[in-house]
């Protein structure tokens, strides 16, 4: 669709240059009084200033993101992609500014629903206040094409839900968590819980380290009960369940030792 609109334009940009050009050609002056050059000063001089403005403009408000930009959805060849877990790897501006917010062209490295990996590019507009919100190691939603996966789009469907499943599938996958631990934190009772104790086991998953935590748990009546689980984190979450930590929780009243730990993805 971007295409056709950028060919339209040049085309009709070529023709509109083009009747300019045969115009003051073929001209033929009308009196002998008339100024030479006449041919070159009529209405048609218009055309040609349109189209220099107009083939920049269709360029530039048809390049990737522009159009996300405002109407805050993916483009369609994207708003129906699969949804995939892409972790920033880098990031850089592209120079292109719309209403003096930059364009930002983001390297990904893709996690896609079957759990294969794949490097793929995104560019998007992103306010200037939240731009600082781009770091490495941070991770995203994306839209992708199976049959075209250097390039992706960050996911505007504002659908929690689905890239939460997105999440807890890719999760399940590398053993960093099971269904079971899911279904408790989805059913489970929410409370809190203060870290009294932590220890490193030792294993390590895709990065993820396993933590063994001795926890203080406050039940819905105000009491409290002690519990030890275990957990695989991530090096920069590590600093959200040291001790003295106050965490989110969630257990099943029939089975309140074993505790799930609520903690953001991108901490």
Known sequence: M?????????????????????????????????????????????LPIIALTLVPMVFAFTGEGIIAAFTGRNSAAFRNGLLGLGTITSFRQTG?????????????????????????????????????????????????????????????SGDPATAQQAMNESLIRKGITTRHKLDIAERGIATQAVVQALSVTGTIRDGHSEVALGLVVTRPDGSTYRTQVTKFLAPSTIGQVQVGRILRVHYLPGNEDEVVIALPVNA
Do not use: C
């Open 2 to 46: 971007m295409k056709s609109l950028r060919w339209i334009a040049v085309a009709l940009a070529a023709l509109a240059i083009g009747y300019y050009l045969l115009h003051g050609l073929t001209y033929v002056r009308t009196s002998e009084y008339e100024p030479a050059g006449m041919g070159w000063l009529g209405w048609q001089m218009v």
């Open 96 to 156: 292109l500014t719309v209403n003096d917010q930059p364009q930002v062209r983001i390297e990904f490295r893709v996690e896609g629903m079957d759990g294969k990996t794949f490097d793929a590019a995104a560019k998007m507009i992103v306010p200037l206040t939240e731009l600082a919100l781009l770091q490495p190691g941070v991770v995203l939603p994306v839209r992708y094409l199976p049959d075209r996966t250097d390039k992706v789009e960050v996911d505007l």
